[in-house]
Every structure is written in structure tokens, then in C-alpha cells.
């Protein structure tokens, strides 16, 4: 199985600070990474598809990058909306495997 | 509209089995496969498994094999999941999610407690 292994697992922040976070697969993936943001009790909601595509509907504030093992997502200019746990995905193959997940919370 | 709705909140005893609905609507049911995630209370996201509705081919993670069965209704537009031999450990919030190659649409989740 490919492992995900993202950090940091917490990231305290300010509204209007620049963050990223990072997700390494133990294998190559290619491209094939989603980036999720999840509040308390609501589902995954998918951010960026093929490690860099910005999935529809979401603020252009973030951005992926990465290709192979390595894998970043930044957001810009932090908003109060932004304070939720991210995970990492990959799907080059089965079984399709997850970060551990970052909180990133109000600093 | 793209929709999944899942089936309610589920209490089981050790040892019984669930069966988890995931009704979709707004899309053709039979050009995307769906998977199931669950997620334990605290913690992160586990990869169960994946269904292609037309023909019904799946794929299980390993730990799950011989105990997760996973079900597709064309006539309903319904994927089902079940789990069998609970145990606690199991106790998880599941959730099922359409995948184009990348899980976009996912279902509110499905809470289910296994207890005693």
C-alpha cells in the first residue's frame, strides 16, 4: 500500500497568513492527489484534483503543487472560514490511501 | 444537482452485520464508480473500498476482505455497503463518494455505533 505521510499534523495561524502543507507517498503517485478540507460533523470536500487543478467552486486563494512523491497545498491570505482539518488522497492505485490530516486552527 | 444520500444512524451489536445505502441522483449512476471511506471517531479517513455500478466489479482493501460486501441497484441508483462481524473498532462514520478518477461528490456520512 502507498503510504501518505503529511505534515505538520497541527498548524496554528492568523487570518490573512500565508500556509502550507505538505503530503510525501512513498511510492510515485504521478499526479493523482485530491486535497480535502473537512469541518466537525460535515464530509470531505474536495479542494484540488490532479495534485494542482482547483476543483469548482472553491476560492482561488487556494492552490496545489507537486508531482512523484512530493506534494504541497498553500492557502493565501487566510480567511476565518479556512480553520478545518486538510487531508491528502492518493488514487494511483488501490487501496486509495489518506493523510493523516492536518488541523489547522486560529493562532 | 450532483446528490448521494445515505441511510441513517445505525447501533449494532458486536458480531451483527450493517448495510449502509447511499442513494445518488443528479448524474448517470453507471459512468462513475463509488467508494466507501469511514472515519473513526477522532481520527482520519480509511479507504474501504470501491464499486463500479455497471457490472458490479469491486475492489476491497485488504483488511476488509471477506468482511464487506459491496452492492450496486441500476434500477434504483443505489450502492450498498454491507459490513459483517462487527466490533467495536468499527464503530466509524462511513461515507460513500462518486469517483471520476478522483473521489468529487460524497455522501453526509452514515454513523455507525457497534456496542454492547
Known amino acids: 500500500d502507498i503510504q501518505m505521510t503529511q505534515s505538520p499534523s497541527t498548524l496554528s495561524a492568523s487570518v490573512g497568513d500565508r500556509v502550507t502543507i505538505t503530503c510525501r507517498a512513498s511510492q510515485t503517485i504521478s499526479g493523482w492527489l485530491a486535497w480535502y478540507q473537512q469541518k466537525p460533523g460535515k464530509a470531505p470536500n474536495l479542494l484540488i484534483y490532479e495534485a494542482s487543478s482547483l476543483e469548482s467552486g472553491v476560492p482561488s486563494r487556494f492552490s496545489g503543487s507537486g508531482s512523484g512523491t512530493e506534494f504541497t497545498l498553500t492557502i493565501n491570505s487566510l480567511q476565518p472560514d479556512d480553520f478545518a482539518i486538510y487531508f491528502c488522497q492518493q488514487y494511483n492505485s488501490f487501496p486509495y490511501t489518506f493523510g493523516q490530516g492536518t488541523k489547522l486552527e486560529s493562532k | 444537482q450532483v446528490h448521494l444520500v445515505q441511510s441513517g444512524t445505525e447501533v449494532k451489536k458486536p458480531g451483527a452485520s450493517v448495510k449502509v445505502s447511499c442513494k445518488t441522483s443528479g448524474y448517470t449512476f453507471t459512468n462513475y464508480y463509488i467508494h466507501w471511506v469511514r472515519q473513526a471517531p477522532g481520527h482520519g479517513l480509511e479507504w474501504v473500498g470501491i464499486?463500479?455500478?455497471?457490472?458490479?466489479?469491486?475492489t476491497y482493501a485488504q483488511r476488509f476482505q471477506g468482511r464487506v460486501t459491496m452492492t450496486s441497484d441500476t434500477s434504483t441508483t443505489t450502492v450498498y455497503m454491507d459490513l459483517s462481524s462487527l466490533t467495536s473498532d468499527d464503530t466509524a462514520v462511513y461515507y460513500c463518494?462518486?469517483?471520476?478518477?478522483?473521489?468529487?461528490?460524497w455522501g453526509q456520512g452514515t454513523l455507525v455505533t457497534v456496542s454492547s
Open positions: 464499486i463500479n455500478p455497471t457490472g458490479g466489479s469491486t
Open positions: 463518494a462518486r469517483v471520476e478518477t478522483y473521489p468529487d461528490y
